[in-house]
């Protein structure tokens, strides 16, 4: 068990409507990640964040933004929800202790806009 | 960026072994890593390499050539339950995050 839980772990949304996922880890680690995941693609990069209040994009930005206002929680916010953005979404952690370096993943989203 | 090439889909009989290759083209490698998927679940970590050779963990075993770019993950001794699928990732210079290839769908059949 990573520590790393998601909420909600389905949600059913409508074009237009704004959407926030929210990833809680309990481990105390220093990076966060919002992946997307499609079939053909694997998992993509939507953003990151390396400390408290410290974010960068990823590849698949547009149409995202992120907060992350304390250690344990990151949010994935989808401004204005479009049909494209139907995905499954897992939320990562890491840390880079002594140069070792994993990352964690929680249980996964899985958004549907219609 | 990277450009992360594994093949789609294996089939392998229970018993067997299966051996999923993985190329990559980055500039300042700074690691690969494995991780499995069961379908509807989240990816585990399998194994990492930085350093060329052969890393093993019971059944499993990964290889790096970081001249070659390339990498694989041999599953031994097929069970019904490595049916998952298999991603490969790679760590470019300082950065603290990965780029996931497509990823590997293993099917184990009796």
């Known amino acids: 068990d990573a520590g790393i839980t998601q909420s909600p772990r389905h949600k059913v949304t409508e074009t237009g409507t704004p959407v926030t996922l929210r990833c809680h880890q309990t481990?105390?680690?220093?990076?966060m990640y919002w992946y997307r995941q499609d079939p053909g693609h694997g998992l993509r990069l939507i953003h990151y964040s390396y400390g408290v209040k410290d974010t960068d994009k990823g590849e698949v930005s547009d149409g995202y933004s992120v907060s992350r206002s304390k250690t344990e929680d990151f949010l994935l916010t989808l401004e204005s929800a479009t049909s494209s953005q139907t995905s499954v979404y897992f939320c990562a952690a890491a840390s880079a202790l002594e140069g070792a370096y994993e990352q964690y993943f929680g249980p996964g989203t899985r958004l549907t806009v219609t | 960026g990277q450009n992360i090439d594994q093949p789609t889909e294996m089939t392998a009989t229970e018993g067997a072994i299966v051996q999923i290759n993985c190329t990559y083209q980055?500039?300042?490698?700074?690691?690969l890593f494995w991780y499995q998927q069961h379908a509807g679940e989240a990816p585990t970590f399998l194994s990492y390499?930085?350093?060329?050779g052969l890393e093993e963990k019971g059944r499993f075993s990964s290889f790096l050539s970081r001249s070659k770019g390339y990498s694989y993950l041999l599953l031994k001794e097929l069970q019904m339950k490595d049916s998952a699928s298999y991603l490969c990732a790679v760590r470019e210079g300082n950065d603290y995050k990965l780029s996931f290839g497509a990823g590997t769908t293993v099917t184990v059949r009796a």
């Open positions: 390499n930085v350093l060329d």
């Open positions: 980055t500039s300042g490698f700074n690691g």
């Open positions: 481990e105390n680690h220093r990076y």
